[in-house]
């Protein structure tokens, strides 16, 4: 304990209510899961929406699937989080242009989750992962997998296995 971590990364997305607070709860659990050390995700919003749960349906899909957010508030994107980050995952490109405005510092590298949809290589050109806020549940139980399985895929990119 105490020790700090190898790899920081942020989840960024509008409201920090449903996709970043998403991909940090999958994050969390897959470390969890196989007892890695050193890893480290927080998620924050490009809207400054503070202290709000992850919605209602996001939590429910992803509790359908065996992993719990709670606890989650939402908060906006902090300059000393984007410096720490070793790595920032935004949801859509528009994220990615605000962060570029906003916060210019770090060393962080700046990337689409959906960089990561089909594998350990970054993908050049990926599409945008749409907010599903409002939505009928089916988007969620669409969007919630593919978040998972995009920081699977980025989780074996930062911690290739031995």
Same mark, same amino acid.
């Given at each position: =304990?105490?020790?700090?971590?190898?790899?920081?990364v942020? $989840?960024?997305?509008?409201?920090?209510?449903?996709?970043?607070?998403?991909?940090?709860?999958? $994050?969390? /659990?897959?470390? +969890?899961?196989? !007892?890695?050390?050193?890893?480290?995700? #927080?998620?924050?919003?490009?809207? !400054? &929406?503070?202290?709000? @749960?992850?919605?209602?349906?996001?939590?429910?899909? %992803?509790?359908? &699937? !065996? &992993?719990?957010?709670?606890?989650?508030?939402?908060?906006?994107?902090?300059?000393?989080?984007?410096?720490?980050a070793? *790595?920032?995952?935004? =949801?859509?490109?528009? /994220?990615?242009? *605000?962060?570029?405005?906003? /916060?210019?510092?770090?060393?962080?590298?700046?990337?689409?989750i959906?960089? $990561?949809?089909?594998?350990?290589? %970054?993908?050049?050109? @990926?599409? #945008?992962?749409? #907010?599903?806020?409002?939505? @009928?549940?089916?988007?969620?139980?669409?969007?919630?997998?593919? &978040? +998972?399985?995009?920081? #699977?895929? %980025?989780? +074996? /990119?930062?911690?290739?296995?031995?």
């Amino acid at each position: =304990m105490g020790e700090e971590p190898q790899v920081r990364v942020l $989840f960024v997305c509008s409201g920090n209510i449903c996709r970043s607070p998403a991909a940090v709860a999958c $994050f969390r /659990h897959r470390v +969890a899961e196989r !007892g890695w050390r050193g890893l480290e995700a #927080d998620s924050a919003g490009t809207l !400054g &929406i503070a202290g709000q @749960p992850i919605c209602a349906d996001a939590a429910r899909v %992803l509790r359908e &699937i !065996g &992993i719990e957010s709670a606890g989650h508030r939402s908060k906006g994107v902090s300059r000393a989080e984007v410096r720490a980050a070793d *790595w920032i995952v935004a =949801m859509q490109r528009e /994220h990615l242009d *605000w962060l570029a405005r906003r /916060h210019p510092g770090g060393t962080g590298r700046r990337v689409l989750i959906r960089a $990561f949809e089909r594998g350990t290589d %970054l993908d050049a050109d @990926p599409a #945008d992962l749409l #907010d599903p806020y409002g939505q @009928p549940l089916e988007v969620y139980r669409n969007q919630i997998p593919l &978040i +998972a399985r995009c920081v #699977d895929h %980025l989780l +074996a /990119h930062v911690h290739p296995a031995p």
